[in-house]
């Protein structure tokens, strides 16, 4: 089993920032893409940013230029740099991860971390 645990949300005033983490942890063979979504009130799930196991990168053209997303590999980890936070951005923002057991990849999602900022 593969559990991904995000954390670093919070309370923050517009123009703040916040660095946003997610954790993989389990049964771990390889892990692949990892991305960042989010999910305002009222409306579906969004792409933020994805990034391959090398280190690419893919952003939303609302997250261009504002967010950054990064990643450790030793450690299981994709973090979320969010700069000069807007009301709008204010969210769930979960995590997902392609993971390997073993020769297979499954997409597993955490439970998401809540982001609010406050005009």
């Known amino acids: 089993q593969v559990q991904l645990v995000e954390s670093g949300g919070g309370l923050v005033q517009a123009g703040g920032s916040l660095r946003l983490s997610c954790a993989a942890s389990?049964?771990?063979?390889?892990?692949?893409?990892m991305g960042w979504y989010r999910q305002a009130p009222g409306k579906q799930r969004e792409l933020v940013a994805t990034?391959?196991?090398?280190?690419?990168?893919n952003y939303a053209d609302s997250a261009k230029g504002r967010f950054t997303i990064s990643r450790d590999n030793a450690k299981n980890t994709v973090y979320l740099q969010i700069n000069s936070l807007k009301p709008e951005d204010t969210a769930v923002y979960y995590c997902?991860?392609?993971?390997?057991?073993?020769?297979?990849?499954?997409?597993?999602w955490g439970k998401g971390t809540q982001v609010t900022v406050s005009s």
């Open positions: 389990g049964s771990i063979f390889s892990i692949n893409t």
């Open positions: 990034i391959t196991r090398g280190g690419s990168t």
């Open positions: 997902n991860a392609d993971v390997s057991s073993g020769s297979i990849y499954y997409k597993y």
